[in-house]
């Protein structure tokens, strides 16, 4: 079992960053491929970023690239979401994943834990 838990929303005015975070516990963090995605009402939900479990590969979604930036820090069990020059299309509950195949993270949005989620709001 991994436990998931995102921290660092909230609401911000466009143009405005944040920077999410996502403590992992349990098993091995640094064994699991890493992503975040994110859903709005009515909508399923949407890839957003993913990272290698060494960090030394990453993936956006073309609506975050140049804008987001996905990192991880395997010896504090911890992954981040930098988010820069936010829209408010942008708005959605935030949630973090850990897979073992970063392939399927990315092609499938699957994830084997997932976080609760937070909320970010971004403002026009």
């Known amino acids: 079992q991994v436990q998931l838990v995102e921290s660092g929303g909230g609401s911000v005015q466009a143009g405005g960053s944040l920077r999410l975070s996502c403590a992992a516990s349990?098993?091995?963090?640094?064994?699991?491929?890493m992503g975040w995605f994110r859903q709005t009402p009515g909508k399923e939900r949407e890839f957003v970023a993913a990272?290698?479990?060494?960090?030394?590969?990453?993936y956006y979604a073309d609506s975050v690239k140049g804008r987001f930036t996905i990192s991880r820090d395997n010896a504090k069990n911890t992954l981040y979401l930098q988010m820069n020059s936010l829209k408010p299309e942008d708005t959605a509950v935030y949630f973090c994943?850990?897979?073992?195949?970063?392939?399927?993270?990315?092609?499938?949005?699957?994830?084997?834990?997932w976080g609760q989620g937070i909320q970010v709001t971004v403002s026009s």
């Open positions: 349990g098993r091995t963090f640094s064994n699991y491929a």
């Open positions: 990272i290698s479990w060494t960090g030394a590969r990453t």
């Open positions: 994943a850990a897979d073992h195949s970063i392939t399927a993270v990315v092609t499938q949005g699957r994830g084997d834990y």
